[in-house]
């Protein structure tokens, strides 16, 4: 059986995360007559919901950075731009090995601007100031050369060893569920080592993207983040309804098998179905783009990304007014050396965000625990295996983290989210590797490759470079 669309007017897209769905918008509105084909059932990708205890929740992504104005823009043309919310201001904290603090509200990464701020040095200690503060003093070369890799040879490179530790790590951690010693710092700190070749300093050049970040963000000045009142979810929401209205094809529960070049574009075979088009996006997972693209590309051999980390969400729906007063702000991260602690991060959803606060009602907390992290050998600690291994250690860790006892007894609902492979794994040199594949890419006519492996991970870089990657497809 064959699709009945005519060829080079055709656009076919796999995938139907945020990039798959924002590329199939663009090429819409080029007048391409577009298909999307996603594996599973649902859409979205990342950016998925779930219902929990009669709330529906975001079962992935839950924020955006506000250091690009991109995820923003995208809302308002889609007619959300009425309910971008920041989150409340209180600020999160970070577990220590020993104990609580407030996150320093000013960083990049948990990089502090400024090492003598009160927050950073209530982490770090006198000396630990001290030494990230030789950061300003240091020769500009230092962690700009291209001998600095990771984002933690950068770090420990300029500001030393307690900042690695008792910030970076932890923030690293709950964002790229990965050691920060194994990341590649231009992937997940884009712009900041030319940062501090202009600015002079790591602390400036922190500072200088914190600034861009509050000019461009539409939601309260000093929080990184924002988020969609009702959840982030609701773009994908808004997304599907613009495609429909654009008579864009959307086949769910289709897979991608296998890619080929024909005479005058591309075919895509699902089960016994193939699909021509003219141009082809791929917006999949690393490994599975190169796996899928490599017969028809065969330069792409040998270039797959490594699989990323295998994260688990713990959800749970607490009926405890305790936690009415937010005893650690919008949530919590942990560092790696925490003792008897499995959990990354929490995050205090209902502490958070206001409009889901209203939803749950008085007294009804939603905490969101996230498990498993790439650790350099050292830190590595065992993880729960079943559902209900999870829901005993997100249990027992809340309690240690909140300070508050969550009993079983209190849960009104929970639910454990899988995400295998979902989070692109940014290792060392993974943005030169990136870059050969793109140049792979175009090379071939009509063919474009977008998603957060080579974008960068996150809704920011991946709806900016999404963008930029199709109207450049379409030049
Ligand atoms: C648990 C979690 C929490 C996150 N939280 C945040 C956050 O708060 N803020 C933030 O900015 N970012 C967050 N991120 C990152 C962000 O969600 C991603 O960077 C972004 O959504 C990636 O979008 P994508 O389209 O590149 O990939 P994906 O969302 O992974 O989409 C790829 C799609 O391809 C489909 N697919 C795979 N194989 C095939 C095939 N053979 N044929 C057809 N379809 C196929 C998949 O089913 C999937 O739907 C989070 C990610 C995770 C996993």
New binding site residues.
């Given amino acids: 059986m064959s699709s009945s669309l005519t060829p080079n007017q055709a656009a076919l897209v ?7 769905l924002l590329a199939a918008r663009e090429l819409a509105a080029a007048g391409h007559a577009v298909t999307v ?4 059932a649902s859409w ?4 998925g919901s779930h219902m929990v205890a009669g709330l529906t929740l975001d079962s ?6 506000t250091r690009s104005s991109a995820v923003a823009e995208l809302s308002a043309e889609l007619g959300l731009g009425g309910n971008v919310v920041a989150p409340r201001p209180g600020g999160a904290w970070v577990q220590l090995p020993d104990g609580p603090r407030e996150l320093p509200k000013t960083g990049v990464l948990g990089i502090p601007a400024n090492p003598w701020d009160p927050e950073v040095r209530r982490s770090l200690g006198f000396v630990g100031s001290l030494r990230a503060s030789l950061d300003k003093y240091l020769p500009a070369s230092i962690g700009a050369s291209a001998s600095i890799t990771s984002v933690a040879a950068l770090v420990r490179a300029r500001m030393g060893r307690r900042v690695l530790e008792r910030l970076v790590a932890p923030v690293v951690g709950g964002v790229h569920s990965a050691d920060p010693g194994l990341l590649d710092v231009d992937m997940v700190a884009p712009g900041l080592r030319a940062g501090i070749r202009e600015h002079g300093s790591l602390a400036a050049a922190v500072a200088a993207q914190r600034r861009g970040s509050t000019q461009s963000s539409a939601a309260k000045a000093g929080s990184a983040v924002a988020g969609l009142e009702g959840g982030m979810h609701t773009l994908v929401v808004a997304l599907l309804s613009d495609l429909r209205s654009r008579g864009v094809t959307l086949m769910s529960g ?3 098998d296998a890619v080929e070049r024909t005479t005058d574009g591309w075919r895509v075979t699902a089960g016994d179905t193939a699909y021509d088009g003219g141009l082809l996006v791929v ?3 690393g490994p ?1 783009a190169v796996g ?1 693209l490599q017969a028809a590309v065969p330069g792409l051999a040998g270039r797959s990304p490594e699989s990323g980390p295998d ?1 688990r ?1 713990v959800t749970l729906v607490v009926d405890l007014p305790e936690l009415d007063r937010r005893p650690r702000g919008t949530g919590i991260l942990v560092a790696p050396q925490t003792p008897g602690i499995r959990a990354k991060a929490l995050t205090h959803a209902t502490a958070k965000w206001d409009w889901l606060a209203a939803a749950a009602g008085p007294g009804t907390h939603v905490l969101r625990l996230s498990y498993g992290r790439l650790e350099a050998s050292e830190h590595a600690a065992g993880t729960p295996a079943t559902a209900p291994d999870f829901l005993a250690a997100a249990l027992h860790d809340a309690s240690a983290l909140l300070d508050v006892p969550v009993q079983e007894t209190d849960v009104v609902g929970w639910d454990v989210v899988r ?1 295998q492979g ?2 692109p794994f940014a290792a060392v040199g993974h943005k030169a590797r990136v870059a050969e594949v793109r140049k792979l890419c175009a090379a071939e006519a009509g063919l474009g490759i977008v ?3 080579v974008a960068g ?4 870089a ?1 709806v900016a470079d999404t963008r930029k990657e199709i109207r450049s497809l379409l030049s």
């Fill in positions: 796999l995938g139907g995360g945020i990039s798959g084909l996603e594996a599973a979205g990708g990342c950016v992935g992504a839950e924020s955006y950075a289709t897979a991608a917006a999949l997972p599975a899928l994260v969400l995400w979902a989070l998603g957060g492996w991970n996150g809704l920011a991946v």
